[in-house]
Antibody, heavy 125, light 110 residues
């Protein structure tokens, strides 16, 4: 059974770069029709899709963070990663990684079917 | 403010049926499939419904999804205390090229 696990620092200083990694176990990250996604939930708020990446490295970024965001995939380690630059307190959130089924057969199907447990990131000096 | 609009709260008593709505536009719900997620505090969100009306594996048939025009709905029948959670809808938006989530609905079982 596929399992996703987020890792990274729990505390990041303002203006610094947040780096998170999602390790996929129980299956391969490559050679499938799935995308690999990051979603976050800020305190007291709902879920926000940050972006997604295909195993070939082709990313989709949400517009609100696109200018500060970079996602990458390492198929040799079965991992994908997120880098968010110039963080502020507004980036404090629980960050989840998830597998995304993104298919277009006349209509888009976007389904996050497997999620990690989430990792808490606080931005504070 | 989310582009997909959900009521912030819903409630029901055990055994009742409740429905949670998700309103969007012709660019998202109007032309694409909707998925629904259950989120309990400090846990990973769980997929309930995909392709607007298909139950995910292991999801009880008490949960059902539907879509009409630019709105979708998640219905929960035979309400149980363990159904108390936050529920989110999601859909791809063709105009923004993004996945949108609704703002979430907190379901309380009275």
């Amino acid at each position: 059974q596929l399992h996703l696990l987020e890792s990274g620092p729990g505390l990041v200083k303002p203006s610094e770069t947040l780096s998170l990694t999602c390790t996929v176990s129980g299956g391969s990250i490559g050679g499938t029709n799935y995308h690999w996604a990051w979603i976050r939930q800020s305190p007291g708020k709902g879920l926000e899709w940050i972006g997604s990446i295909y195993y070939t490295g082709s990313p989709y970024y949400g517009p609100s963070l696109a200018s500060r965001l970079a996602m990458s995939v390492d198929t040799s380690k079965n991992q994908f990663s997120l880098r968010l630059t110039s963080v502020t307190a507004a980036d404090t959130a629980v960050y989840y990684c998830a597998r995304l089924s993104l298919r277009h057969r006349g209509h888009y199907e976007a389904t996050f079917d497997i999620w990690g447990q989430g990792t808490v990131v606080s931005v504070s000096s | 403010q989310s582009v997909l609009t959900q009521p912030p709260s819903a409630s029901g008593t055990p055994g009742q049926r409740v429905a949670i709505s998700c309103s969007g536009s012709s660019f998202n719900i109007g032309r694409n499939y909707v998925s629904w997620y259950q989120h309990l505090p400090r846990t990973a969100p769980k997929l309930l419904i995909y392709r607007s009306d298909q139950r995910a594996s292991g999801v009880p048939d008490r949960f059902s999804g539907s879509k009409s025009g630019t709105s979708a709905s998640l219905a929960i029948s035979g309400l149980r205390s363990e159904d108390e959670a936050d529920y989110y809808c999601a859909a791809w938006d063709d105009s923004l090229d993004v996945v949108l989530f609704g703002g979430g609905t907190r379901l309380t079982v009275l």
